[in-house]
């Protein structure tokens, strides 16, 4: 994907750098705020039109010889790009009223643009889950210890970001006795030994839904203000 960085010092003005160099069909991967002001990474038209094209082929191939959870995978990689080019549609529109000669910009202005940026974003995230959920069954595939691992690992609270690095370092004849190992050493994990009460200081509570945790940080609460008042 030949996708582009453009940064200026505002969004209409990193818009109006898009459209003069990728032409009036690009299409906004993603925005954020940088230290020169905005940055967006942006692609052709056609660079999209041809990932579809790819993608449609690939896809084709997968409902040959992949399980029913893969085909909608790639189902939802398709809507996401779909997404990608109506919302490029209306970036577009947005950056040709834009585009008019210098005004001063009205409140009115100012948030119908951070709108815009607010739905390009959600669809940036949205189109990273996708992609996420399409990695996620071909790992199950291919590595079903390792799927499993990832599983639990998000299950108990961790990102999924940090499971995945996790995983993509595991020795291939490692199992979760190395992954607990490995967040012992690099998190300061309490002991149970440890009064973190006595102790003080700031800690975090990891856990899937229903362990304890709201209940936990109740009592430690209560025997703080029984120590301390």
Same mark, same amino acid.
């Given at each position: 994907m030949n996708a582009r960085k453009f940064i200026a010092a505002s969004s209409r003005e990193a818009l109006q750098l898009v459209r003069a160099e990728l032409g009036a069909e690009a299409v906004i991967l993603s925005n954020r705020k940088? %230290?020169? #002001? *905005? @940055?967006?990474v942006a692609m052709a038209g056609s660079e999209l039109a041809h990932l579809n094209e790819t993608r449609m082929v690939a896809q084709h191939a997968e409902q040959t010889r992949s399980a029913p959870r893969q085909r909608a995978a790639a189902n939802l990689s398709g809507r996401a790009l779909d997404q990608a080019a109506a919302l490029g549609a209306k970036v577009v529109a947005a950056q040709a009223e834009q585009a008019a000669p210098p005004r001063v910009e009205t409140p009115q202005a100012n948030h119908a643009a951070q709108q815009l940026?607010? @739905?390009l974003q959600a669809m940036h995230d949205t189109m990273q889950a996708q992609m996420a959920g399409m990695a996620w069954s071909t790992l199950q595939q291919q590595d079903p210890q390792r799927s499993g691992l990832l599983r639990d690992l998000v299950n108990a609270g961790f990102s999924p970001a940090l499971s995945r690095l996790l995983l993509d370092k595991m020795p291939p004849a490692a199992d979760i006795s190395w992954v607990k190992r490995i967040l012992a050493h690099n998190l300061c994990v309490a002991s149970k030994r440890e009064d973190v009460v006595a102790r003080g200081g700031v800690y975090a509570l990891v856990g899937p839904t229903g362990v304890g945790k709201t209940t936990t940080t109740a009592k430690l +609460? +209560?025997? %703080? *203000? *029984?120590?301390? #008042?």
């Open positions: 940088s %230290a020169a #002001g *905005v @940055e967006i940026m607010h @739905e +609460a +209560a025997r %703080a *203000v *029984v120590r301390y #008042g």
